[in-house]
């Protein structure tokens, strides 16, 4: 079984750089591609950003993410207890239209679903688990 | 993130460094609105910054139709690697000019 690292904090906006170092760390002691870092960054900062919007509408709450690696993948666990949320429900924005006529929504989650390997979504025991997973190279 | 500008009679270049993400695209935004008044060539130079979450593309898109309705133009200039796989997966590089 891979080390699992956990971190746990508010639900807050300005956690954003403490969870991005936490996924740094995590790739960057286990040896990630430029290309994988990036997409894997942005992926827990859209997540996490939604999280820290939607999820506790009538107040404060927690986030947690865990991170592990084996076999040259990583998977990141995203965890809330906020109120339930599919994030991989959310239909995508027509990507072929025009910039005058492109929404100037809904592309984070979009881009997350085209550059992760798997993703799954589940509620359990009253909190939002999403699970992302990537390799490394 | 740390923004240059540049002006040059109507052309302003803002020059990116860091990362354009949740928590700094709204410097951007503010730079830009302080800044675009008359300007009617706008080149975003990203060569020190690779790293643009779904934030940072709706300033893009929110600058880039602000810049059309006013019949300028907006560029993005020095994109890199990571940068390009943003655009292309979201489809704007067929929406912005990049060079």
Known sequence: MANEYVLRIPAKLEGMDVILAFVSYLLDINGCSAKARTQLRIAVEELYVNVTLYAYPDGDGWAEIRGSVEDGVVTFKLIDAGRPFDPLAKEDPDIMLSGEERGIGGLGIFMVKNTMDEMAYEYRDGCNRLTLRKQLN | ?99
């Open chain 2, 1 to 99: 993130m740390t923004l240059t500008t540049e002006k040059n009679g109507t052309a302003l270049t803002v020059r990116l460094s860091g990362e354009l993400n949740t928590l700094t695209a709204p410097e951007l935004t503010a730079l830009l609105n302080k800044e675009l008044g008359g300007v009617n060539a706008l080149t975003l130079d990203f060569a020190e910054c690779d790293y643009v979450s779904s934030a940072g593309l709706r300033v893009l898109l929110a600058t880039f139709k602000q810049m059309k309705a006013a019949k300028g133009n907006m560029s993005l200039a020095n994109v890199g690697e990571n940068f390009k796989d943003v655009l292309e997966n979201t489809g704007l590089d067929a929406v912005f000019g990049v060079f």
